[in-house]
């Protein structure tokens, strides 16, 4: 069953949140916060693929991921400033991995690199020891709150994208990048961004994102509550789906 899940939100100084930190996770590299002082360490093996996407304009300092981060903390002076925005979308299972790196580059490049808004991305495996055909990839973006210039990151903060309506925009974009490479591919599967009641589906329910540490947890071979939840929810939309199906009649044996 294709899955779909996007969620935003934003990383922010005043909540201990850092941007050289959140690309040290979803990157799997050694970075230091020029801001705090920090040396984040992550060497993470389900990292498949990275990138810098950069508008035109972009100074070249900003092709290496550590300058870039450097600039970012540097462009921000305030202790509770807004750094980043971070989206995290699930990516379909059904497509091989080529397929998955061109959805993450239609979708940065349709909604952000326009606007001279840089991104950073990294597609993880989401890997399920059991059964592979219920993997999880997924991507992390990260997004700073600066639009980029020639000389650097602008003054000025992107404040339109900070509108909530935006927030349905990715969310529908996301949808419908994804529902086009399953049709270049041949493949009648669809997604929605909208909720399972507006598409009427009352008898499915919503499935559970883990948490970073459930996750890894999961990735050990460890159980977690939170993984239980989502496997029994899983089952029982499997077993919704079976019901579904239409029964088929027994053939009838013409007398002789």
Not at 107 to 125: G, T, V
């Amino acid at each position: 069953m294709a899955n779909y899940h996007f969620e935003t939100k934003i990383i922010s100084r005043g909540k201990g949140g850092s941007v050289t930190g959140a690309v040290s996770y979803i990157c799997g590299r050694t970075l230091r916060d020029s801001y705090n002082g920090r040396t984040y360490y992550n060497h993470r093996q389900d990292v498949v693929w990275e990138k810098i996407f950069l508008p035109d304009s972009a100074p070249p300092q900003f092709r290496t991921l550590q300058e870039l981060c450097d600039e970012i903390e540097r462009a921000e002076v305030r202790w509770d400033a807004r750094t980043a925005r971070q989206f995290i979308g699930s990516l379909p299972n059904e497509l091989p991995p080529g397929e998955l790196v061109r959805i993450v580059h239609e979708f940065i490049e349709s909604n952000f690199l326009p606007y001279d808004l840089c991104a950073i991305a990294a597609i993880h495996r989401g890997r399920n020891r059991d059964d592979s055909s219920k993997n999880n990839p997924h991507v992390h973006i990260i997004v700073p709150t600066r639009a980029v210039g020639e000389g650097g990151f602008r003054k000025r903060k992107d404040r339109e994208r900070d509108k909530r309506g935006y927030i349905n925009i990715w969310r529908e974009q996301w949808a419908e990048v994804q529902n086009r490479a399953y049709k270049q591919n041949g493949l009648d599967i669809r997604v929605s961004h909208e909720s399972l009641e507006v598409q009427g589906k009352y008898d499915r329910e919503p499935t559970i994102h883990l948490s970073r540490i459930d996750w890894q947890k999961e990735q050990r071979g460890e159980r977690t509550a939170a993984g239980d939840r989502k496997r029994a929810i899983r089952d029982r939309n499997d077993e919704r789906a079976q019901e579904r199906q239409p029964k088929q009649e027994p053939e009838m044996e013409l007398s002789r």
